[in-house]
């Protein structure tokens, strides 16, 4: 997972602190600070769904939810920060997210069963 933090006038907010919580087990998978591009990476999360919280001083809390990610995908989270208290949070779905920008990649899931075309009838 990687992504940018910026305010809402579009500047790099470096410093803030991203942490992603597992939603299954409820735990703490990573946690980075922005660099002062406001660029954040955490490499290696296994597959799952996840969710991130970016914060920093002076601004609204952002809360993405329900960020799915498949084996050896990796999303792009971009974070924009609103100004207020800390105490708020903003919070974003990350639903449904098919064209992945990072690696080219155009994905889907099936379910369902497959049939042999020979024994169908």
């Given at each position: 997972?990687?992504?940018t933090?910026t305010?809402a006038?579009?500047?790099?907010?470096?410093?803030a602190?991203?942490?992603?919580?597992?939603?299954?087990t409820?735990?703490?998978?990573?946690v980075?600070?922005?660099?002062?591009q406001g660029?954040?990476e955490m490499?290696?999360?296994k597959p799952?769904?996840?969710?991130?919280?970016a914060?920093l001083?002076?601004?609204k809390?952002?809360?993405?939810?329900?960020?799915?990610?498949?084996?050896?995908?990796?999303?792009?989270?971009?974070?924009v920060?609103?100004?207020?208290?800390?105490e708020?949070?903003v919070?974003?779905?990350?639903r449904g997210?098919a064209?992945?920008?990072?690696?080219?990649?155009?994905?889907?899931e099936f379910v369902?069963?497959?049939?042999?075309?020979?024994?169908?009838s």
């Amino acid at each position: 997972m990687r992504g940018t933090v910026t305010d809402a006038s579009g500047a790099f907010a470096p410093g803030a602190e991203i942490t992603v919580l597992e939603v299954a087990t409820n735990i703490k998978a990573r946690v980075a600070t922005s660099d002062s591009q406001g660029n954040y990476e955490m490499p290696g999360l296994k597959p799952g769904s996840y969710r991130l919280n970016a914060s920093l001083a002076g601004f609204k809390t952002f809360v993405v939810d329900d960020i799915r990610l498949a084996s050896s995908q990796v999303r792009r989270v971009d974070v924009v920060l609103q100004v207020g208290a800390v105490e708020s949070e903003v919070t974003v779905s990350a639903r449904g997210a098919a064209i992945e920008t990072e690696q080219g990649k155009i994905a889907a899931e099936f379910v369902g069963e497959r049939y042999d075309a020979a024994t169908w009838s």
